[in-house]
């Protein structure tokens, strides 16, 4: 049997949903050549950079650092990103940068030029989990040639190295798993369109895990597949609200489990992984 993780968590029958990363808004950094492990560790960007970077995420609720990287982009000047991704909440601010540095100088909450295209992230980062290299890789050789130059990258982590393939689609904030690159041109291009595949669908990276539970049991009791179809309206120890496009309503109850006991990423031992219950009430 493979030890790789992504081949262990599919065997175990661990399930995508509920597993997507949370976060409302994204700083996707253009950093060229091989990254560390640990992409904040002290000693990637520059001092300055660095602090510019820190800055904005402690002044940004829900924030989290992406790097990005295209290996046949013509070199010249740098491309940041600032994205927001809150559920009925979202746009794209595109900003050139000479250097890193030049972040110093920048006030990210308003830099940039903002504009209408959707960002399609491909986690490679090998240095941080193999099957992260290998199908992230293949996945976005298939679809690179099919997209704009600046619109699908190789990113650093996502979260989830066992969902491998992973794809993120900015601003909806989409997360597929286990995508391969047959079917990736497909899948994305849906996502694009604003539609959910369920069968790769983590969840909405606007949501905690817990809302993530309680959005796919709606979706799937009322064949939802738009990313606008639902909206939350509140989130209890009681229940998990929606309200859907055709004005109906759905309550949701969702428990804690206990998932199969699997490795997080290649190396790893095996560990129960957490897991979610959720009934329509």
Do not use: K
């Not at 308003?110 to 193999?130: F, I, K, P, Q, Y």
């Amino acid at each position: 049997m493979s030890d790789r993780c992504a081949d262990v968590s599919e065997a175990a029958g661990e399930t995508l949903f509920e597993t997507a990363v949370t976060a409302t808004s994204w700083l996707l950094l253009e950093v060229p050549g091989t990254w560390p492990r640990d992409v904040a560790s002290e000693g990637v960007l520059s001092t300055a950079a660095d602090e510019a970077v820190s800055a904005w995420l402690a002044a940004t609720p829900g924030s989290r650092l992406q790097f990005v990287r295209r290996p046949d982009r013509a070199r010249g000047s740098l491309l940041a990103f600032v994205v927001r991704a809150a559920e009925s909440e979202t746009s794209v601010r595109r900003v050139e940068l000479e250097a890193h540095d030049d972040l110093a100088g920048l006030d990210l909450s308003s830099a940039g030029e903002e504009t209408d295209a959707s960002l399609v992230l491909v986690c490679g980062h090998g240095t941080r989990d193999r099957c992260c290299a290998l199908r992230g890789t293949a996945v976005y050789a298939a679809i690179a040639e099919r997209l704009g130059d600046e619109e699908v990258w190789i990113s650093s982590h996502q979260g989830g190295h066992r969902f491998a393939a992973n794809v993120l689609v900015l601003p909806a904030g989409i997360q597929l798993g286990r995508v391969g690159a047959e079917e990736a041109p497909l899948l994305v291009s849906r996502a694009l369109a604003g539609r959910i595949e369920l069968t790769h669908y983590r969840g909405r990276t606007c949501y905690e895990p817990h809302v993530q539970a309680a959005e796919r049991i709606v979706r799937e009791e009322g064949v939802l597949e738009g990313v606008g179809d639902l909206r939350l309206v509140d989130a209890s120890d009681e229940a998990v609200r929606f309200h859907a496009w055709d004005g109906s309503e759905y309550a949701v109850r969702v428990d804690t489990i206990e998932g199969p006991a699997v490795p997080a990423s290649c190396g790893a031992e095996p560990e129960p992984q957490r897991a979610f219950a959720a009934s329509l009430l």
